[in-house]
C-alpha cells in the first residue's frame, strides 16, 4: 500500500510563500492530489496532478496562487503557494487524486498570520 509523507509547512505572513512537499513510497502513475483541513470541517481537495503533469485541477480559491507540480523519478509532489492568506490556514495532506484513497498520513501545518 503506498504511503504519503507530507512536509514543508509552517508560520508565514500573509502574502509569503511556503513550499509543500509529498513523497510517496513507492512509485506510482496515478493522478495526486493536495487536500486541506481545518478543525471542524471536512477535508477538501486544494490542487491535483496527472502523472506527466499535462492535467491540473485547482480549488477556485487557490487558482492563480498555488501550483502543483511533481517528479515521478523521486516520488514527489510539490505544491508552491504564493500570495497566501490567512484562510489559507489548515492542516495540508496528500493523497491519490482520484477519489480512491490510501491511508491518510499526519498533514503538515501551515499557519498563515495577518
Known amino acids: 500500500q503506498v504511503q504519503f509523507v507530507e512536509s514543508g509547512g509552517g508560520l508565514v505572513q500573509a502574502g509569503g510563500s511556503l513550499r509543500l512537499s509529498c513523497t510517496a513510497s513507492?512509485?506510482?502513475?496515478?493522478?495526486y492530489g493536495w487536500y486541506r483541513q481545518t478543525p471542524g470541517n471536512q477535508r477538501d481537495m486544494v490542487a491535483k496532478i496527472t502523472s506527466r503533469g499535462d492535467y491540473t485541477n485547482y480549488a477556485d480559491s487557490v487558482k492563480g496562487r498555488f501550483t502543483v507540480s511533481r517528479d515521478d523519478a523521486k516520488n514527489t509532489m510539490y505544491l508552491q503557494m504564493n500570495k497566501l492568506k490567512p484562510e489559507d490556514t489548515a492542516v495540508y495532506f496528500c493523497?491519490?487524486?482520484?477519489?480512491?484513497?490510501?491511508?491518510w498520513g499526519q498533514g503538515t501545518q501551515v499557519t498563515v498570520s495577518s
Open positions: 493523497n491519490f487524486g482520484d477519489g480512491s484513497f490510501t491511508s
Open positions: 513507492t512509485r506510482s502513475f496515478r493522478m
